[in-house]
Nanobody, 125 residues
């Protein structure tokens, strides 16, 4: 059974940092493209970045580029989302998803993606 678990969310002041983790069981994350999404209150879920299988190439949307970094630790079967210079508008539930994709990554939601249940990040002003 595949399970993704996000952790590391919490309350942080504007300008602060948090590191979210996405830990998998039942699959080897290095063989999957992993994407991070977020859903702010009253808004649709949006993809914010992803990391490819193998080489670990990354992609970020403009709103987080330069502030957020996605990385992975294969030994821990975990993908991280390092978030710096946080802003109140980053407040959201953050989700990770894993997609079986041989090349590249995407923030487009796929029918066969595996999803975690999310972790809440609250940024106070």
């Amino acid at each position: 059974q595949v399970q993704l678990v996000e952790s590391g969310g919490g309350l942080v002041q504007s300008g602060g940092s948090l590191r979210l983790s996405c830990t998998a069981s039942g699959i080897t994350l290095d063989y999957y493209a992993v994407a991070w999404f977020r859903q702010a209150p009253g808004k649709e879920r949006e993809g914010i970045g992803c990391i490819s299988s193998g080489s670990g190439s990354t992609y970020y949307v403009d709103s987080v580029k330069g502030r957020f970094t996605i990385s992975k630790d294969n030994a821990k079967n975990t993908v991280y989302l390092q978030m710096n210079s946080l802003k109140p508008e980053d407040t959201a539930v953050y989700y990770c998803s894993a997609e079986s994709r041989p090349i590249g990554c995407t923030i487009v939601e796929g029918r066969d993606d595996h999803w975690g249940k999310g972790t809440l990040v609250t940024v106070s002003s």
